[in-house]
T-cell receptor
């Protein structure tokens, strides 16, 4: 059973370009989360999606950032008009269908290897 | 979700038990304690979680005090590959917050030969 896949692993963009980061969740997982880790900082939640729905985007910057998780295909985190401050590691995680409260595997998230974005 | 407090860093000798403490004095009855770790530059990895009973799996043990205000993650026989940042996270079951892990600064565990 393959783990969470992210590509590309490394992405270099010039200021003003667009960055598209892809995440393929584990087989059978219908929940996807995106986190960002700025250099020398901790992981910060960005967005939580289910198939075709954004459930919680409270951690997403208001401008230039968007995320989707279509019915078919990977989840995409899109950053338009990138700036140097967007340089970071972006991690995707997936989890299975959430089970009833009290079930022990309720919120185990499986993380991908991350995409390192460098903005020149 | 309740706030957690962890020591910034800890050292452990290879082969010895590593005991990582976490304070969560404001934890409420429906909040779980989760532990994740992040080995350098990799994605975080789930370790273990619990509600009020002690838990053990192939990676670690989790000891939660009776009042649930603190817990300890135990790696019984630490190896060099256990060197990582360890995060203690308190998470409410149910509602929309269960989708969001809030990572603090964590504890940098360094395992020495």
């Amino acid at each position: 059973n393959a783990g969470v896949m992210q590509n590309p692993r490394h992405l270099v963009r010039r200021r003003g370009q667009e960055a598209r980061l892809r995440c393929s969740p584990m087989k059978g997982h219908s929940h996807v989360y995106w986190y960002r880790q700025l250099p020398e900082e901790g992981l910060k939640f960005m967005v939580y999606l289910q198939k075709e729905n954004i459930i919680d985007e409270s951690g997403m910057p208001k401008e230039r950032f968007s995320a989707e998780f279509p019915k078919e295909g990977p989840s995409i985190l899109r950053i338009q008009q990138v700036v140097r401050g967007d340089s970071a590691a972006y991690f995707c995680a997936s989890s299975p269908i959430l089970q009833a409260p009290g079930f022990s595997s309720y919120n185990e998230q499986f993380f991908g290897p991350g995409t390192r974005l460098t903005v020149l | 979700d309740a706030k957690t407090t962890q020591p910034t860093s800890m050292d452990c000798a290879e082969g010895r038990a590593a005991n990582l403490p976490c304070n969560h004095s404001t934890i409420s009855g429906n909040e779980y304690v989760y532990w994740y770790r992040q080995i350098h530059s990799q994605g975080p990895q789930y370790i273990i979680h619990g509600l009020k009973n002690n838990e053990t799996n192939e990676m670690a043990s989790l000891i939660i005090t009776e009042d649930r205000k603190s817990s300890t993650l135990i790696l019984p026989h630490a190896t060099l590959r256990d060197t990582a940042v360890y995060y203690c996270i308190v998470l409410r079951a149910g509602g929309t917050s269960y989708g969001k892990l809030t990572f603090g600064q964590g504890t940098i565990l360094t395992v020495h030969p």
